[in-house]
């Protein structure tokens, strides 16, 4: 008796699991535009840099020639450092007023990029993205699942892929950023005291 109710609870699991993966369905304009930026990573997105738009002390925003479906425009961010001359790209969606409809738009997101097949530059097999889904409350005002590449190339190694959802004053608004940034101990300050 027991040996059957540990076997219906099994399968119970896996016809749900088998359920949730219908249920996704791949946007491919969504995951072609992320493979499109993350393809420009190792020249640091130059080829897909367009117009700048703003100088900024610390950094410089540049509109992106690859928009991302839903949103008028994404920005390119080049930061001003000695040591980290990365850039960054971000799509904002447009705002929404209601918690569950936004928290629809990150959680659908989020399995984009979990489920994205990607075949990155001088890489033959196919590479994944992982992460942890932070669960949006409504309380809580944010939530951000942060991807990493399970990839051993050494250009993509501090890449990352973060959808976020955060509460402005007007409402809810979803983000994707990809990004390069190192481990915090990996960070050293741009400019060293020499000794003699």
């Known amino acids: 008796m027991r040996a059957k109710a540990i076997t219906l609870i099994i399968f119970s699991f896996c016809l749900y699991g088998a359920k949730a993966q219908l249920l996704f369905k791949p946007n491919a304009a969504v995951q072609q535009a992320l493979k499109g930026v993350l393809n420009d990573f190792p020249n640091r997105l130059q080829n897909i840099t367009g117009a700048l738009i703003q100088e900024n002390v610390e950094s410089s925003d540049y509109s992106s020639t ?5 949103t008028e425009s994404c920005t390119i961010t080049q930061y001003r450092s000695q040591n980290n001359k990365n850039r960054s790209w971000q799509a904002v969606l447009p705002e929404v007023d209601n918690f569950a409809a936004a928290k629809k738009q990150y959680r659908e997101l989020f ?3 979990k489920n994205m097949s990607l075949h990155l530059p001088g890489n033959t097999k196919a590479i994944t993205t992982k992460a942890i889904y932070d669960e ?8 951000g ?3 990493r590449i399970g990839n051993d190339d050494e250009l993509y190694k501090d890449v990352k892929i973060e959808v976020a959802l955060q509460y402005i004053i007007t409402g809810w608004q979803v983000s994707v950023y990809v990004y390069d940034k190192k481990e915090d101990d990996e960070i050293r300050p741009d400019t060293e005291v020499k000794t003699k």
């Not at 690859?66 to 839903?70: A, E, H, L, R």
């Open 66 to 70: 690859i928009n991302f479906p839903g």
């Open 145 to 147: 699942s942060i991807f």
């Open 136 to 143: 949006p409350k409504e309380e809580k005002k944010f939530a």
């Open 111 to 113: 399995l984009q990029v």
